[in-house]
């Protein structure tokens, strides 16, 4: 009996020995499989983020070809605005503009320069111009004391800025800018009263032109020429000259208006 019973305590005691250890072989795959499970879905959000990455790399190179090509749209070539030398004062140039409204609507527009550029509009850098109408603006162009040639002289950038009005006469959202680039012939002067004129044809479908003065403006430059010296010298005058002379003119009126009065009251005696 006692023989028996170790056998069979030998024999239970292999059996828990091979489910001990068929528990552990079973358990093993599971821990093993663990590691490869983490590894997969670190490469899994390793793939998401390399393509999340080029999407965004994408959509940056289409953003900044998009910008490039909203730029290259707005770049539009400058129009050269020529100034000309007034007889008798090289620092000063000037030049007329003809704005020509050739459409059936009326506009507004206005001249911008930039900081410190020395030129001035008369009689206004803005205003409106009528269907089919026209104004004249005249450009003065004064060169910096510190420079002695005009060209040391930067040139300054302008831009005319053209609205048209709606039937209600209310400016419409359409907004036209045209760069004008400024320059002085090297050659060549002109009367203070009749500068050179550059014409602006101004529609509401089609951007502003620059044409060519017409025979038109230069018949009637020649006429301007034949005007009298004293219309010149007063308008080449600057406002601190023509003040003086305002008021010199005044002294001499009161000195004639005393005078006249005194002979009158020495004759009545």
């Known amino acids: 009996m006692s023989g028996r019973e170790n056998e069979s305590s030998r024999q239970s005691t292999r059996s828990g020995g091979e489910n001990a250890s068929g528990k552990e ?24 983020y390399s ?13 900044t070809q998009r910008v490039k090509r ?30 020509s409204n050739i459409s059936d609507r009326s506009l507004f527009f206005k001249l911008k320069s930039n900081v410190g550029s020395n030129v001035s509009a008369l009689p206004s850098g803005q205003g409106h ?8 603006c005249v450009l003065t162009w004064h060169r910096p004391k510190k420079c002695h040639s005009w060209e040391e002289v930067d040139p ?35 009367p203070a009263t009749n500068p050179p004129v550059e014409q602006f044809l101004l529609d509401a479908v089609s951007r502003p032109q620059d044409v060519e003065p017409s025979e038109v403006s230069v018949r009637r430059q020649e006429m301007d020429e034949e005007r009298s010296a004293m219309s010149e010298f007063i308008v080449s005058l600057t406002p601190e000259q023509l ?13 004639l208006y005393n005078t006249f009065a005194n002979y009158k009251n020495s004759s009545q005696k």
């Open 243 to 255: 003040n003086l002379l305002i008021f010199l003119l005044i002294l001499f009126f009161l000195g």
């Open 70 to 99: 909203k730029v290259k749209k707005h770049k539009t070539p400058a129009t050269q605005l020529r100034f000309v030398r007034i007889h008798g004062r090289p620092d000063v140039a000037r030049v007329q503009l003809l704005l």
């Open 129 to 136: 111009v009528a269907a089919r109408g026209s104004t004249r």
């Open 156 to 190: 300054p950038k302008l831009l005319l800025v053209t609205r048209f009005l709606d039937s209600n006469n209310e400016m419409t959202a359409d907004q036209t800018s045209t760069r004008l680039l400024a320059h002085v012939a090297r050659t060549g002067s002109c």
């Open 25 to 48: 072989d079973g358990n093993a795959p599971s821990g093993r499989s663990e590691p490869s499970l983490q590894k997969s879905s670190e490469r899994s959000r390793r793939g998401d």
């Open 51 to 63: 393509v999340a990455s080029t999407q965004r790399s994408f959509s940056d190179r289409q953003n």
